[in-house]
């Protein structure tokens, strides 16, 4: 392997979105409910809730991660505010929002389809697919085509089908392997000429409970069940992929911001390298084919016993993914006894003395994503995608109209700086660069709409208040040299 001099001929360059925090419109075009639609609002400091309805009919909010009892259900409530029904309206925006991205200088646009915007039930038994919801997703890809931008697909990006949630319990049922294997099989069919790169799963190491797992036991043993589920239906969905358009490219997606052992104390390295393994577990199952040696302790440590199918190691072995996508924010430390004062995205560490936080605690780490992109590299040999990294912040409007957010600017450059870094130094095989939320969207974690990461602004406050313009931020011009210079220029 020679290392490059640059980021290379083609390097996707672009932005990342997720349907339930941009797309809204949960209720027209024929689209089914998602477990995120009785999601409510938050703050950092106030959870969001869930909103079901119980076997005896009274009405609760449950905790985003608590257990859902038997025979309770996902609803809506009256007068509460669900961050995922309006979104920031890319269904109505769409086509002013990609020519944004276009004249950004965007080589790729990261989106996810909404499950139930295709398959309303979630693709049981009979089911027909969504007209509408298909022809709205082949508006969009139309439009990318028209700018040469290339999708990169996510198809489950914390959205399960209500339906499925509630008469299935979710990923735990093993018959959602072949509902999602259903929907799998429309869209690679319909959308075969307009998107090559696709992500079956996203961050699928923090997959937990009924709002991203449909499951409504979130204790380890279920979990583990339904990731199983996941790592088949994953397995096949590659297959399938494959079989329709040999041209495609699949990818895992994890969360995966690092984490360092705290000092040299031997028991905090090996205790790092172990506490690592929890996230790595699902790349190492889905890049390498097979649960990986350590799985056995890690599992008697978890007290869980997986269920498998005869077929399924095999299945796994046989359909790996193409590349490995991951989302970097930020790193966390790892030390025995661990504080937990700062999380990667899934595991939980102690606050690093030598590095700045985000208004939100988010250690600000640009050398850690050189870290994590060697980290990966020397573990797997195959090619990598940033498809999340950025800053979210509470941006201002300045009286003149102009937002400056500088921060975001330096944020981004530190961050690029270090990845060329692993590109030209290291030689890692990095197929592009997504930053999270290029244009602004719900907070995943908070519900907030305040906590911003775009390049563009979207007028619209934490209880959807808002005429929902679009303006451009100084980070705006700024990207489109750093994507029109393949990366020369930042
Ligand atoms: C990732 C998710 O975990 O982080 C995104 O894939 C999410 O959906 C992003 O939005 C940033 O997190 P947050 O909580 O700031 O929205």
């Known amino acids: 392997i020679v ?13 990342a979105t997720a349907a339930t925090q941009y797309e809204g419109a949960y209720n027209q075009g024929g689209r089914g409910l998602a477990t995120n639609d009785f999601l409510t609002g938050g703050t950092k400091n106030s959870p969001r809730k869930v909103s079901v309805i119980l076997k005896d009919g009274t009405k609760t909010f449950l905790d985003r991660e608590a257990a859902v009892p038997e025979g309770a259900v996902g609803y809506i409530a009256e007068e509460t505010y669900y961050p995922s029904h309006k979104a920031t309206d890319f269904y109505d925006h769409y086509k002013g929002d990609i020519a944004l991205f276009a004249e950004m200088g965007f080589k790729c646009f990261r989106m996810s389809i909404s499950w139930p915007r295709v398959f309303p039930k979630g693709g049981i038994d009979g089911e027909v697919p969504n007209k509408e919801g298909l022809e709205f997703y082949e508006r969009v890809f139309n439009e990318c085509k028209k700018y040469n931008i290339e999708p990169l697909v996510t198809l489950f990006h914390f959205e399960n089908p209500a339906y499925l949630a509630d008469n299935y319990d979710g990923w735990y049922s093993r018959e959602t392997i072949d509902f999602y294997l259903r929907y799998c099989k429309e869209v690679f069919t319909r959308y075969k000429n307009l998107v090559k790169y696709w992500i079956p799963i996203n961050e699928i190491n923090v997959l937990r409970g009924y709002t991203r797992l449909g499951c409504r036991d979130t204790g380890a043993q279920a979990r583990y069940q339904a990731l199983h589920h996941l790592f088949v239906a994953n397995a096949l969905a590659i297959k399938l992929g494959h079989e329709i358009n040999p041209e495609n ?15 040299c104390d031997p028991k905090n390295i090996m205790g790092a390298v172990e506490y690592r393994r929890r996230a790595l577990f699902f790349s190492d199952v889905m890049m390498r084919g097979y649960y990986p040696s350590y799985t056995r302790s890690m599992f008697e440590d978890l007290g869980v016993t997986i269920s498998k199918q005869p077929g399924d190691d095999d299945i796994i072995r046989k359909y790996v993914s193409d590349f490995l996508a991951f989302s970097y924010y930020r790193t966390t430390v790892y030390h025995t006894g661990v504080v937990q004062e700062t999380d990667t995205g899934g595991q939980l560490g102690d606050a690093n003395p030598f590095l700045e936080k985000t208004p939100w605690g988010w250690p600000i780490d640009p050398t850690g994503l050189r870290y994590v992109l060697n980290e990966l590299h020397e573990r797997y040999q195959r090619p990598l995608f940033i498809v999340e990294n950025g800053m979210g912040m509470d941006d201002v409007i300045e009286e003149d109209g102009s937002i400056n957010d500088d921060y975001r600017i330096q944020y981004l450059e530190d961050h690029i700086k270090e990845m060329k870094k692993a590109v030209v130094t290291d030689g890692v095989d990095l197929l592009g660069y997504t930053t999270w939320g290029c244009i602004d969207l719900v907070s995943s974690g908070t519900g907030e709409m305040k906590k911003r990461y775009g390049f563009i602004y979207v007028d619209m406050d934490d209880e959807g208040n808002g005429t929902l313009r679009r303006i451009k931020k ?13 990366g020369e220029n930042l």
């Open 474 to 486: 100084k980070s705006f011009e700024w990207y489109k040299k750093v994507t029109q210079s393949n």
């Open 249 to 263: 490219k699949i990818g895992a997606m994890l969360a995966l911001s690092g984490i360092y052992p705290k000092d």
């Open 3 to 15: 290392g490059n001099k640059n980021f290379k001929e083609g390097f996707l360059w672009g932005g």
